[in-house]
């Protein structure tokens, strides 16, 4: 149990180290495999910023809230997102997934539940596909953390 809990760890770190980040305001994205984390630590993202990845989500189906993620029968995604310098007066997020193969949008909404935590309080319906994730700043003040998502089981 040991070695492998050594193991994810040394995994998280090399993702942490070599992921890259995407602008959506260059219009580039970039595709990453299921459980990777993103971190923003340290980057700041002004009021009107954007950051935006992409991935693959294959399980089709309507999603509900719940407190570790948002749920289909047959797959999941979770997505936290996790700072240290986050008001929620100052710093609402906003969420959104755009559908590439058919450029349809389906919006996520952020609300702040203390600086340490933002809940998802909105979902629609998803369709399998390649998704565009962006998160846009909508507060006063920068916004730095981390960002973590998985996709499937």
Known sequence: MKKRAAALALALVLALSCAPIAS?????????PEGTVIDLSGKDFERGAKLSVAFEFVAPGSYFVSDEGYYTETGEITLDILGTTWSPADCPLWIGFINLDEGRDFGYKFKGGNAQYWKLVEAR????????????????APVSGAMVYRVGD
């Open 24 to 32: 959506a305001d260059a219009g580039e994205f970039v595709s990453y």
């Open 125 to 140: 319906n998803m369709e399998a596909g390649t998704y565009h994730i962006f998160v846009k700043n909508l507060g006063r």
